[in-house]
């Protein structure tokens, strides 16, 4: 990276550290770990249900820095955010701006349900065993306040592959383009330092999808196998994966989320916890609208013959102040 650029990436941190601009949680923009956690809660209605669950969303910086001051080595992160029809229930009766129900599509194998959660907390480390222990004292502290919904536990594979065998993740953003995708702005002043994240649970059906040919799998997805090479855009299929996803605006500005996503599975049922976060809700919308729709001509991904999503849940994360006040 050039000096130049190095310069400017840990300036606008620094901004964002010392409190000019809304500070965000770090796990929205933090590089990718080897285990995670994806635990997802509704609230109850048992008496001081709603104060708790604000108290102990008002201590997740104050827990995560607990952690980070005893495990340096772990690089850990916990993202707390609150459902888009959760939000008006705890949180002030301003919204943030783009805060919306997930998008449901449907057509044909391509399926995105809409399966809303109050709650998602996303603790993600170099250790599976902080992870674990984050999550029980989260659990513990929250008590008959929340019901649990799902708790999926996700891991890198290999080199940082799908389950698939293809390496994932690779058009994500680098270094400061992190904040400028990830990390709502002076555009939304109220809810700055927020962030915008779509939680899918996909189930992959390995046995079909490990009868297809290598070169079919590739064309499926738009890149080789092995070495990861992305295809020439005029080679990929306009059914491939890239090829549905790598969208362009009005201006010829590629359409970015920050994805951080992570397998899961046992011997039973495996998969991807695909995790989008955003300044805006409208990329990852377009995104899913263009794999399930298609281009109008009837091209829609080809990877959904081989996987499918059964959840779908909207959520924004909060910036670390907006935690805080919930005290």
């Given amino acids: 990276m050039p000096l130049v650029r190095q310069v400017l990436y840990w300036k ?15 796990g ?9 956690l994806f635990i997802t809660f509704n609230q109850t209605h048992a008496e001081g249900a709603q104060a708790m669950v604000k108290r102990v969303l008002s201590q997740v910086p104050d827990i995560e820095q607990r952690y980070k ?48 959660v109050d709650l998602l907390f996303h603790i993600r480390s170099e250790r599976k065993d902080i992870n674990f222990q984050i999550g029980q004292e989260l659990s513990q502290c929250l008590g008959d306040a929340v019901d649990l919904v799902e708790e999926i536990e996700g891991f890198r594979y290999l080199d940082s592959r799908d389950l698939t065998g293809f390496v994932d993740g690779t058009e994500n953003p680098q270094r400061e383009d992190r904040i400028d995708v990830a990390v709502v702005g002076s555009e939304d002043a109220a809810f ?8 899918q649970r996909y189930v992959h059906n390995m046995s079909y999808w490990n009868q297809q040919p290598i070169k079919q799998q590739e064309d499926t997805i738009g890149r080789t196998k092995t070495d990861n090479v992305e295809y020439a ?42 995790a989008s976060y955003c300044r805006t809700p409208k990329n990852f919308t377009l995104m899913l ?25 909207a959520f924004f994360a909060p910036s670390i102040a907006t935690l805080k006040r919930f005290a």
Wanted: proline fraction near 5%; hydrophobic fraction near 35%; include cysteine.
């Fill in 12 to 26: 606008k941190v620094v901004l964002w550290s010392v409190g000019i601009m809304n500070q965000y949680q770090s």
């Fill in 28 to 36: 929205v923009v933090a590089e990718a770990s080897s285990a995670a």
């Fill in 69 to 116: 001051r005893s495990y340096p080595e772990a690089s850990l992160s916990i993202v707390a955010a609150l459902g888009s029809s959760y939000w008006g229930q705890i949180a002030t009766p301003e919204r943030p701006a783009e805060l919306s129900p997930f998008p449901s599509f449907e057509r044909g194998e391509g399926v995105a349900p809409n399966t809303p």
């Fill in 192 to 199: 700055e330092g927020g962030s915008y994240i779509h939680l």
């Fill in 233 to 274: 855009s005029a080679d990929k299929a306009l059914t491939s994966h890239t090829k549905r996803t790598s969208l362009k605006d009005e201006q010829g500005r590629s359409i970015e989320i920050l994805r951080h996503s992570m397998p899961y599975g046992d011997t039973t049922r495996c998969g991807l916890m695909f």
């Fill in 289 to 313: 609208q263009s794999m399930i729709e298609g281009d109008g001509h009837g091209h829609t991904d080809h990877l959904l013959k081989f996987t499918r999503a059964v959840t779908g849940q």
